[in-house]
């Protein structure tokens, strides 16, 4: 019995794909990771998705008619728990592929758009985001790159920042300006950019823990046809907020599982070896903390889920919430990591993927955090003035 066919009974479901992680993931995967090169990176990356794919859970919960399975979110949780329990690897090439792209492209995109775009990612297909800009990446409506209609086309000119793994990507989510006498959320437009278009050039940006995983996009006379317009014209900013909500529920929740999983091991493997910082009682009191934030995320990460299915979902503060507190949460055990490990904990991996095998690595990644999908401070206005009515100053 194959995977999916096992669906309609969830404890065969969860079994079918215990089954499958202990036969296709390689053992040593995450040693081999921690002194790969960029490209052997991204080649285990590809090799990753195109196992997925081969059993159906490279895209299990989109509609069958888009190369989906239509697996409920019942089935989508107990995937991602699947993976984060295995501790298998992460499509972190295919995020924007997985989780922005359809939540854009299926309430938004038209037909003809989804029937070529979605099947495309169970291919191997990338995709990037080009909405932050210079001057402008925590106040998303002030962007100024610029979008003229020429005939059947529109000619783009301008500059994005802070793109995951654009310098991979097929294809772009892309945020213009095509009104600009317009208020600043208004005239805004969303397009399909085809990455190899004369005219991109993409430039790795290298971040402080040593990898190139975002890159800067210098847009000079890009044509994009009129048909790749998701939305209306100047009502892009609407169909962002798709993409933007997109990325709160399943992806957050296996990123809590799999930390729970990390720190549970890292635990055992202390307590095995009689680890020093363990009979330090402000250590061990400060890591038990970790443990009961960590939980109660879990929790909120469990409304985030259920309150996504409901209509109000969009005006919910919760995933601000949820996001604000494991991203700040993530710091301090880096940091607590960082401060055990003395003078080893010093030296990072580029690519190392070990949980907390790296801790110097960690403690600067874990930074980012607080920045991606809406710096932290964004965050907190989102709480003060649609959770508790405070007034903007």
Known sequence: MSILDAQHDLSAFRQAIRDWLAEVVPPDWKARMARASNEEYI????????ERS????????????????GLSQRHLIAVADEMARADAPQNRLFTISLIHMPGTLLPHGTEAQKRRYLSGVANGEVWCQGFSEPNSGSD???????AVRDGDHYVINGQKIWSSNSMYADHCLLLTRTDPNAQKHRGITYFIMD????????????QANGRAEFGELFLTDVRIPAENMIGAENDGWRVAQATLASERGVISFEGGERQRYEIEAFYRN?????AAWLKDAQLHR???SFLAEMQAARRLLRRVLEESETQGASASVLPSIVKLSSTVLRQRICSF?????????????????EPFGSPMFDFLSAF??????????????????????MPRV
Request: glycine content about 14%; some cysteine; proline content about 4%.
């Open 140 to 146: 998303l409506a002030s962007l100024r790159c610029r």
């Open 54 to 69: 081969k059993v159906g859970l490279a895209i299990p919960h989109w509609p069958k008619e888009y190369g989906g399975a």
């Open 43 to 50: 080649a285990f990356q590809r090799w990753w998705m195109a």
């Open 195 to 206: 990455m190899r278009s004369p005219g991109v050039e993409v430039r790795p940006i290298r």
């Open 270 to 274: 202390s307590l095995k070896v009689g």
């Open 368 to 389: 980012s955090g607080t920045i991606a999908g809406g710096t932290n401070e964004i965050q907190r206005n989102i709480v003060a003035e649609r959770g508790l009515g």
């Open 286 to 288: 400060e890591f038990v």
């Open 337 to 353: 990591m960082v401060r055990i490990s003395g003078m080893d904990g010093q030296a990072f991996a580029l690519l190392a993927e």
